[in-house]
């Protein structure tokens, strides 16, 4: 049996939003430590690791690790019927072919439960190293979001730059060229307005903008986001799940491998 | 001109 219940119903619902446009299908692999998923774009550019900490819900039960073969068109659309301060709970018997996704209202007068089909996936699992990155980028995660839709208006790419000057973004295209320079915050009030570069060499990489656009529908789970770059490795981008009160509930991860030159 | 590389160039199979 594994049940799992969210407050913060709204937090999957986000996480969905997350992922569903990348992935059109993945497994949910659930142990006593939480619920993880790992899957890679239908044209192996990009990888999704996201994690969901068993202590990050309110009632968690696992009695034996089991994946969930799931849709994911579908159950977005599933979870788009739970209002988003509606409490969420999952739930799949072992061996079951179908999984119960439970919304009850704040005041509880309101229950609605759906079930969906699982399915049968043979998912590759890819080992991700351990990197010590070059250089790691902190910033607001609307500003990134910002960045990449207005360079998407000039080209498909954006080149990454990041010095111990601060971060620059460019793009090229036939209309012309564009620049986004982001100095490191001296001192913000907020920390989740800062702009933060630990480098410990220079980093530039060059990725495609299309997939950045797609990371970032993570955005509404974080204040703030991560980059981490070293030459010749795949950007992790990163988005921690994050309640209410601040408290981490997992995170969501993207990689995504580099354009090289030829 | 740069062309894209993939995911499964750095990262291995399990």
């Known amino acids: 049996m594994f049940e799992a219940r969210l407050v913060e119903g709204s937090l999957l619902k986000k996480v969905m939003e997350s992922i569903k ?26 990888l999704v690791s996201l994690m969901l900490k068993s202590d990050g819900f309110e009632n968690y039960r696992c009695d034996r690790s089991i994946s969930l073969g799931i849709n994911l068109a579908s159950m977005s659309k599933i979870l788009k019927c739970a209002s988003n301060d509606d409490i969420i709970t999952i739930r799949a018997e072992d061996d079951a072919d ?3 996704f439970m919304f009850e209202s704040p005041k509880q007068d309101r229950v609605s439960d759906y079930e969906m089909k699982l399915m049968n996936l043979d998912t590759e699992h890819l080992g991700i190293p351990d990197t010590e990155y070059a250089c790691v980028i902190k910033m607001p995660s609307g500003e990134f979001s910002r960045i990449c839709r207005d360079l998407s208006v000039l080209g498909d790419s954006v080149i990454i730059c990041c010095t111990k000057d601060g971060v620059r973004f460019s793009a090229k295209g036939d209309l012309g060229n564009g620049n986004i320079k982001l100095a ?4 913000v009030d907020k920390e989740e307005e800062a702009v933060v570069v630990d480098m410990r ?32 490795v795949p950007l992790m981008v990163e988005y921690k799940i994050n309640d209410k009160e601040g408290d981490s509930k997992g995170y969501v991860r993207y990689y995504l491998a580099p354009k090289i030159e030829d | 001109r740069a062309s894209q590389s993939k995911i499964i160039e750095f990262f291995c199979s399990e």
Not at chain 1, 21 to 46: I, P
Not at chain 1, 203 to 229: C, D, E, G, H, I
């Open chain 1, 184 to 187: 490191q915050s001296a001192n």
């Open chain 1, 21 to 46: 446009d990348l992935l059109n299908e993945a497994s949910w692999d659930c142990s006593g430590n939480g619920m993880c998923l790992q899957a890679m774009d239908s044209s192996h550019v990009a």
């Open chain 1, 98 to 100: 179908a999984i119960t």
């Open chain 1, 201 to 232: 060499e220079a980093v530039t990489l060059t990725f495609s903008l299309r997939y950045l656009n797609f990371f970032t529908k993570a955005a509404p789970l974080s204040s703030q986001v991560s980059l981490s770059m070293s030459e010749d």
